[in-house]
């Protein structure tokens, strides 16, 4: 079975086949983990991302990682909070799980997230570490290809509640 793993880091600088990008729908970049991981991956990025039209909240699409370490990058659109009351939970819950399920079509054995939803988009930090270790815990039995998912936390904040509830 796969292993959980949380570190303190950037994103972009991860050995992993895929490292997941916390974009918007357009996936034409923006600030905060994307911004870092189209400055690290190269205008060629950009240029595949225009071809994907975009993609919806809590879904993902998967690009080469060009510059980057990884292999590739996959894109979730997490949810903008709106105080709870608009799928916001069920939304991140889908991020994680839509960017399991393409990394393993992609055959990926190695994957790392950032704390999608968690910056600019004001997602509380406790609820989504939560929803975010309990995704990745229920669908841990049937990933076949994956034998690692990191966590990787970029505010100390982040870490420590990660820490915690893997503890
Ligand atoms: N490595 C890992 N994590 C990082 C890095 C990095 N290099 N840089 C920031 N983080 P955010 P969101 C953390 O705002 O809330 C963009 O403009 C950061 O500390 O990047 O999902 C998109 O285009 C936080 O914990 O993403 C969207 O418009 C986490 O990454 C919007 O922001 C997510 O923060 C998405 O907002």
Not at 122 to 146: C, Q, Y
Request: charged letters at 20%; hydrophobic letters at 40%; glycine letters at 8%.
């Amino acid at each position: 079975m796969a292993k959980i793993r949380v570190i303190q880091g950037d994103i972009t600088r991860q050995m992993v086949d895929a490292i997941v990008n916390a974009a918007n729908p357009s996936l034409l970049g923006g600030g905060g983990v994307d911004g870092a991981i189209h400055r690290a991956a190269g205008p060629e990025l950009l240029a595949e991302c225009r071809r994907l039209n975009g993609c919806k909240t809590g879904d993902a699409k998967i690009t080469k990682g060009y510059r980057l370490p990884a292999s590739y990058v996959i894109h979730t659109v997490g949810p903008v909070w709106r105080g709870g009351a608009h799928q916001e939970a069920e939304l991140l819950s889908s991020c994680y799980r839509r960017s399991l399920d393409i990394a393993e079509e992609h055959t990926c054995t190695s994957i790392a997230f950032p704390n999608v939803s968690t910056g600019i988009y004001g997602f509380p930090k406790e609820l989504a570490a939560e929803i975010a270790i309990r995704t990745v815990n229920d669908n841990l039995e049937r990933l076949l290809t994956i034998d690692e998912v990191l966590f990787v936390c970029f505010d100390q904040e982040n870490y420590s509640l990660y820490q915690s509830h893997l503890r």
